[in-house]
C-alpha cells in the first residue's frame, strides 16, 4: 500500500480522496461498504476515516480501513486523535493500527466528546497535534502523518499569522502532508 506522501510526489495533477465516518449500526456498516464500492469507481487516490466525537470510535475505524484495504487497491488513512488518551495508550493504538498494516495517519487534537465543551488535555496525554505528531515520530513506526490545516484560521487562534506559525510548528514536528478543512 502507498503512502500519501508518495502520492503527492508523483502527481501530475489534482490529488483527491473521499472520507468516511464509522456508521453506529449494522444497516449503515452494511450501507457504507456498498458507498465505497460505488465511490472507488472513481478511483480515488485514497480514502480516510474518522473517529467518532472523543475518539470514540478506534477500533471501528481500524476495522473499516481494514475491510477497506483488503478489498480495494486504494491507500487508506486512518484518522487519530489525542483526546481522553495518555501517551501509553496511544502508543498501544498506534501499534495496533500499523500491525492492522494501515500506514497513513491523520494526527489530529480532535474535538472533546459530546457535553464537555472545551477540549481538556489528559494526565501524561497531549494538548495539540503537534505535540501528537513529535511523539509518533519518536516512536519510529514508521507511519507517513497528515495534518489538518485551515486556509481561513483555525477556530483557536486569534490571527492567521499565530495560525501559520502552528502549523509550520506541525511541520516540523514531522507532519508529511496536509489536507484542509472545509471552506468558503
Known sequence: MKKVSEIYG???????SFEFFPPKTPEGDSKLMETVKELSLL??????????A????RDKTVQILSQISKDYSFPTVS??????ANKNQILETLKG???????NLMA????PPKGEGEFKKVENGFGNATELVSFIRSEKLDFCIGG?????????????????ENLKLKVD???DFLVSQLFL
Not at 10 to 16: C, E, I
Not at 43 to 52: L, S
Not at 54 to 57: R, W
Not at 79 to 84: A, D, N, R, S
Open 108 to 111: 489530529l487534537r480532535g474535538d
Open 10 to 16: 508523483s502527481a501530475k495533477g489534482p490529488v483527491y
Open 173 to 175: 514536528a514531522g507532519t
Open 79 to 84: 484518522h487519530f486523535t489525542c483526546v481522553g
Open 54 to 57: 472523543g475518539g470514540s470510535t
Open 148 to 164: 489538518g490545516c485551515y486556509p481561513e484560521k483555525h477556530p483557536n487562534a486569534k490571527t492567521l499569522e499565530e495560525d501559520v
Open 43 to 52: 478511483n480515488p487516490d485514497f480514502v480516510t476515516v474518522t473517529y467518532g
Open 97 to 103: 493500527i500499523r500491525s492492522s498494516g494501515i500506514l
